[in-house]
């Protein structure tokens, strides 16, 4: 069996192989951005507030196949609805357990299907979909609340699952759902690739990137906490909101070099919890260490539970 507070890192640094920005490259209309808010928002900071909001909660592109490949073409796709909102959803398989994947901003559910023919193979049936505004499911906009609820409604549509894999915004909502929206759905196993600890770091730095105003930061920050109905802001932190998640083990996969979230996230998350497993890789960035065979592999038997763990 896995130990807990396992800690290991695949030596296979190389500087050469660290990922461009690409998706978070900053658009060239940032700099006028800045400045409007910079300008404006001191003078109108509840407008402010509401532009900065809605540039927050909007995905800037969907994620596309460029190709298709043999785990694309034999999916079984299957609609869910959610409010007003139609969830595109994915499934591989027959297997008794099933194994969720839940992915990031701006991504898709099938952007995690490196995964699935390792999880086939060990008898899970795996289930994932596009978030609200993903993918192919509707909507324009969403937050971390929205998301965590299409996440409660697929986890209540296909009952029990054995285990969640999730990337970066995705472990967020996930841990959101588990906590605050349905606690009484319990994860024997999850999996936490790149995740930001705070959410409140995320809205600061995204404060800080547009240049927005002190006061109009505030008027954002009561906006994001009408939406959470009852619950402080605090508590859309994946660190606090896992300690009140029904979860067996946790296992943080991180890249010491993520140019998006910060190393730092993934340790104080170790740090925090006796039932979380740190996997640690060099090089491969935000996006491509999910990618990586190894990675794969080793996040296949933490699921499994193999006797090895993840760190064989």
């Known amino acids: 069996m896995l130990m807990t507070k396992s800690r290991y890192e695949i030596p296979n640094f190389q500087i050469a192989t660290l990922p461009q920005r690409h998706k978070n490259e900053y658009p060239f209309y940032l700099v006028f951005i800045k400045w409007a808010f910079g300008a404006f928002g001191r003078i109108f900071p509840k407008a402010a507030a509401k532009a900065a909001f809605r540039i927050f909660t909007t995905p800037r592109s969907r994620a596309v196949h460029r190709q298709t490949d043999k785990i694309i073409e034999s999916v079984h796709k299957f609609e869910l609805d959610y409010g007003k909102t139609k969830l595109q959803c994915y499934e591989w398989g027959i297997g008794e357990h099933i194994v969720l994947l839940v992915h990031g901003w701006e991504s898709r559910g099938t952007a995690l299907r490196g995964f699935v023919p ?46 969640i894999i999730t990337h970066s915004f995705g472990g967020s909502t996930t841990s959101f759902a588990l906590a605050h929206l349905d606690n009484s759905i319990s994860v024997e196993k999850l999996v936490l690739i790149a995740v930001p600890a705070s959410t409140r770091k995320v809205v600061a730095d995204f404060a800080k990137l547009i240049n927005l105003p002190n006061r109009a930061l505030q008027a954002l920050k009561a906006m994001i906490h009408e939406r959470l109905k009852g619950l402080h802001f605090h508590e859309t932190d994946l660190i606090v909101s896992l300690g009140k998640a029904r979860v067996g083990e946790v296992l943080v996969v991180h890249d010491k070099f993520d140019p998006s979230v910060p190393f730092e996230s993934a340790e104080d998350i170790f740090e925090k ?33 193999s006797e090895d763990g993840f760190s064989s």
Not at 143 to 153: D, I, M, R, S, Y
Not at 279 to 301: D, S, Y
Request: glycine share 16%.
């Open 118 to 163: 390792g999880l086939l193979a060990q008898g899970f049936r795996v289930v994932t979909f596009d978030g609200p505004a993903h993918g192919d499911s509707g909507g324009q906009r969403t937050n971390l609340p929205e998301f965590a609820g299409a996440v409660k409604t697929v986890l209540q549509h296909i009952g029990a699952v054995h285990g």
């Open 273 to 305: 919890y006796d039932h979380a497993n740190l996997l640690v890789t060099q090089g491969h960035g935000h996006f491509l260490l999910m990618k990586q065979p190894e990675v794969i592999r080793r996040i296949l038997n933490f699921i499994n539970g």
